[in-house]
């Protein structure tokens, strides 16, 4: 069946910007070919056939049935559209977090280095907070407090639950300077906090100039926990990160299977 009456490209500024990424690739992937049915099989096919993850994977089909779902459907196409977007499995999804999900700490350096003022500041303090970034860029001024080691930060995670986060007194007085908000942290003019997406776009340009186009904002986050995760270890990870439980951190984070050599020189430790 054939899914929309008109161009695709021509309801891409219509559709929301948070699939603007991955309708953007899909056009560019259909190469201006009929946008139908069996086009967007072959799509997802070629998705898992390029070892996409199944939350990528999940990802397109979100923004793809978007873009359908914005033409002007009639109850029985709407209903035939769900049926077949149902019909595509994007694969069992894997919780654990690769190397190729986080930032070595040259990496890190670099993406730092390679960004303005304004993005190197914001890149340092989600590193440096491991914040999600809707908590980072609704921080206000009136919850950080400053003690003896740092700021302390009292942000609003997810499910409105609040919690504390931490950043050097350093970080935090530069942040101050150059931002200069009057309400919130990071805040753009009239005491407008900085959004999400204006973050993931500067983030995405900062990540380009070294190469590491998969890099996204959430990159921080896993790699001040997997950074950490040795020193502070799995307890006191989890609590930071606010997760429900530490069972949930473990499946992000340890998941690591342990070499031979490892195991060998493990056991050596507790013979005498």
Not at 51 to 64: L, P, S
Not at 102 to 115: G, H, N
Not at 218 to 246: C, D, F, M, Q
Request: with cysteine; net charge positive.
């Amino acid at each position: 069946m054939e899914l929309v009456r008109k161009n695709p490209s021509e309801l891409l500024s219509e559709i929301n910007k948070a699939y603007f990424y991955d309708i953007k690739k899909f056009y560019e992937w259909s190469d201006g070919r009929s946008l139908n049915s069996d086009l967007v099989l072959n799509y997802f096919e070629h998705l898992r056939q390029s070892g996409k993850k199944a939350a990528t994977i999940g990802r397109h089909k979100v923004a793809i049935k978007a873009l359908l779902k914005n033409e002007r459907l009639s109850l029985s196409e709407s209903a035939k559209l769900d049926t077949f977007f149902k019909s595509i499995k994007t694969g069992t999804r894997d919780a654990s977090i690769s190397q190729d999900d986080v930032l070595t700490p040259d990496e890190l350096s670099a993406l730092i280095k390679q960004s303005g003022k304004k993005t190197g500041l914001i890149i340092r303090a989600l590193f440096e907070t491991a914040c999600r970034v809707s908590e980072l860029s609704n921080i206000k001024l009136s919850n950080c407090k400053r003690k003896p080691d740092g700021v302390e930060i009292m942000i609003l995670g997810k499910g409105q639950k609040e919690g504390f986060c931490f950043m050097p007194l350093e970080l935090f007085e530069e942040i101050r300077r150059t931002f200069n908000g009057q309400k919130y942290l990071f805040e753009t003019s009239h005491e407008k906090a900085i959004s999400r997406k204006t973050i993931h776009v500067l983030i995405k340009r900062a990540a380009a100039k070294i190469g590491r186009t998969d890099i996204h904002a959430h990159t921080l986050r896993h790699t001040w926990a997997t950074l950490s995760i040795n020193n502070l270890g799995l307890s006191k990870v989890s609590k930071y990160l606010r997760h429900s439980s530490a069972d949930i951190t473990a499946r992000y984070y340890l998941h690591g299977q342990a070499t031979l050599k490892e195991i060998i020189q493990n056991n050596k430790c507790g013979v005498k």
